[in-house]
Structures are given as C-alpha cells and as structure tokens.
C-alpha cells in the first residue's frame, strides 16, 4: 500500500485495524486490513468497481461492509498503473469532503455509566 499512498497537502498516516492507513483532511481513504488493500470510492466509481471484476466491498467483519469502500484485487494490485488510476479516483473524491477534526484520544473511548433513569 505505501507505494500507492500519496503524499500532499493534509494528508496524514496512521494506523486504523491495528495496520497503515492514509487519512486525507481527517477523512479515512486508504488502508490495509490483512493482506488486502482498500480505498473509498465516490458513487459512480463505487458503480464502475462493481461491474469490473474482483473489486468488491469493504468488510473488515463478515456482513458488515464499510459504504464507499472497495478492495483492491491482487490482480489489480500487480498492475500498478491500474492501482493507481483508482487510488487517484479515490482521493480525488476524498478531497470533496469536509474536514474532520483530530481523531479521539485513546483515553476518551471506554464504557458509558447508565444514566440515572436507566437504573
């Protein structure tokens, strides 16, 4: 994935999944998640990456895809000029969005105390 990743104005890498991704603006656009390779797609690439072979949707668990996002094929990967044809796609149509604000301390995660009607 490192060789596809641009570089750029606000573009950041961290680690989502425990593994290398690439925010743009705060905006989640491409990662990897096992051995596959994923980017966010806008809808009529989302379209196109349905219809071409082997692309398919996001899953980082079993039923529950991810919207916007595709896997990168091995077959795809191996044609780099491909690969990156669609991760410009991909950050091109990141760029459209609105900033997001920095991501949440590890500190601030963690379980809700029940409010007192719950009780």
Do not use: C, I
């Not at 379209?47 to 949707?57: D, V």
């Not at 991760?87 to 459209?96: E, H, I, P, Q, S």
């Amino acid at each position: 994935m490192e060789e596809l990743a641009p570089g750029g104005p606000g573009v950041t890498r961290r680690r989502l999944f425990g593994q290398p991704a690439v925010f743009v603006n705060g905006n989640l656009f491409l990662g990897t998640f096992g051995e596959h390779v994923f980017v966010r797609l806008a809808g009529p690439d989302r379209a196109r990456a349905r219809s071409e072979g082997g692309m398919r949707p996001f899953e980082p668990m079993p039923g529950r895809a991810m919207a916007e996002y595709f896997v990168l094929p091995d077959t795809l990967l191996n044609d780099r000029r491909n690969a990156s044809e669609w991760v410009r796609r991909g950050l091109a149509y990141v760029r459209t969005l609105p900033p997001k604000g920095p991501p949440a301390s590890p500190g601030g995660r963690g379980r809700r105390s029940a409010s007192p009607r719950a009780r």
